[in-house]
């Protein structure tokens, strides 16, 4: 059972574009919601995170939207460049009392094309 | 990028061979996590550790067994390697006080 629903597996956008990857989530106990980017043979790195008592959060050209309402953030990357190119992961955590553990969407490819 | 280096990188093994896998970090942090990676799966985990010899059992942990012994080392022990164990592994620290995880490099297993 996957807790953390990523969407879509992949897709391709135009330098200067707009990408969208959408999550949506199950458990109401999840209170930490990072996004990860990881380029081939790397391994993941933190790009952006939020908390529910907020729905909005934007670093430079990433922003994530929360809604908790309907169970769902989503990643926007503005201005896509071919730099950005890379798998993006949304994941979820409960926090420090379940020893910060995260639950990982399934992943997005991001194709920017120049 | 957090200090934290994953040995070895590849690993080329046969069935039924135990196999051990080494995550080590410089970084002192409390929380030391393994995943394993497969295509449409994202990262899952297979066990973490809060502490020198407090470890947990994560979301794949079946077929795996951990140990800690120095806050630096996290070994990850495939007691007899299986096919379904061909993934690639990735280990991850935090100081505990935050959410944030540091990733290794992952290492690529290959179980024949």
């Known amino acids: 059972q996957q807790q953390v629903k990523q969407s879509p597996q992949s897709l391709i956008v135009q330098k200067g574009g707009i990408s969208i990857i959408n999550c949506a989530y199950e458990?109401?106990?999840?209170?930490?919601f990072p996004w990860y980017q990881q380029f081939p043979g790397k391994g993941p790195a933190l790009l952006i995170a939020?908390?529910?008592?907020?729905s909005e959060k934007k670093e430079g050209r990433f922003t994530i939207s929360f809604n908790k309402s309907a169970k769902q953030f989503s990643l926007h990357i503005m201005d896509s460049q071919p730099g950005d190119s890379a798998t993006y992961f949304c994941?979820?955590?409960?926090?420090?009392?379940?020893?910060?553990?995260?639950?990982f969407g399934g992943g997005t490819r991001v194709l920017v094309k120049p | 990028d957090a200090g934290i280096t994953q040995s070895p990188r590849h690993k080329v093994t046969e069935t039924g061979t135990p196999v051990t896998l080494r995550c080590h970090q410089t970084?002192?942090?409390?929380?030391m996590y393994w995943y394993r990676q497969d295509p449409g799966h994202g990262l899952r985990l297979i066990h973490y550790?809060?502490?020198?010899?407090?470890?947990d059992k994560g979301e794949v942990s079946d077929g795996y067994s951990v140990s800690r012994s120095k806050t630096e080392d996290f070994l990850l022990t495939l007691e007899s390697a299986t096919s379904s164990q061909t993934s690639v592994y990735f280990c991850?620290?935090?100081?505990?006080?935050?959410?944030?995880?540091?990733f290794g490099p992952g290492t690529r297993l290959t179980v024949l």
């Open positions: 991850a620290s935090g100081v505990g006080g935050t959410d944030t995880q540091y």
């Open positions: 458990n109401t106990a999840f209170d930490y």
């Open positions: 939020i908390r529910p008592d907020v």
């Open positions: 994941a979820a955590s409960k926090g420090k009392a379940a020893g910060n553990k995260l639950t």
């Open positions: 970084e002192n942090h409390r929380y």
């Open positions: 550790s809060y502490g020198v010899k407090d470890t």
